[in-house]
Every structure is written in structure tokens, then in C-alpha cells.
């Protein structure tokens, strides 16, 4: 469980950096705004994203046994709570 927690708060890091860059692209580039933008997308992404996230994935591994379907459930579950 904690290697997947890792993974999860690893892949919140980086998508609030695309984020940001992406979203930075068109304006002149202002570091406090790069930041400030950064530091609020990463708190959403980090308790939101990654608490859903990891309630998806228990509740499809209670309910289903083979992996695909697993898989499947965690990707409706996750989509179904936003």
C-alpha cells in the first residue's frame, strides 16, 4: 500500500506541474504566479485526487476479483465521484 501511495503523490507532483505550464504558456511569465498556482493546484490534487483515488481502488478490490475488472471499476468508480 504505500509503494501505490508513493506512486499516487508522485503522479500528483508531476500532473500539478503540467498543470501549471500549460496554463502559464500563454501569459508573460511570472514566477509568483507560477507558484502560487502550483502550490493551489497541488493541495487540491494531493487530498482530493489522491483520497479518491485510493478509496477507488479498495472499493473495486472488495467488490471484484480478477484483475480487468478491478481495473475497470476503479476507472467508473474514480470517474462517478467527480
Known amino acids: ?4 501511495l508513493r506512486r499516487k503523490i508522485l503522479t500528483s507532483i508531476l500532473s500539478s506541474v503540467l ?7 500563454p ?3 511570472d514566477m509568483n504566479a507560477f507558484v502560487n498556482l ?4 497541488l493541495m487540491f490534487v494531493a487530498t482530493y485526487g489522491v ?7 479498495w472499493l473495486s478490490q472488495k467488490i471484484f ?4 475488472n478491478r481495473e475497470i471499476a476503479s476507472f467508473l ?3 462517478v465521484q467527480y
Open 65 to 68: 476479483i480478477a484483475n480487468t
Open 38 to 41: 502550483y502550490y493551489l493546484n
Open 27 to 29: 501569459t508573460v511569465f
Open 1 to 4: 500500500m504505500s509503494i501505490i
Open 51 to 57: 483520497i479518491t483515488s485510493m478509496f477507488s481502488d
Open 77 to 79: 468508480f474514480y470517474l
Open 19 to 25: 498543470f501549471v505550464l500549460i496554463f502559464s504558456v
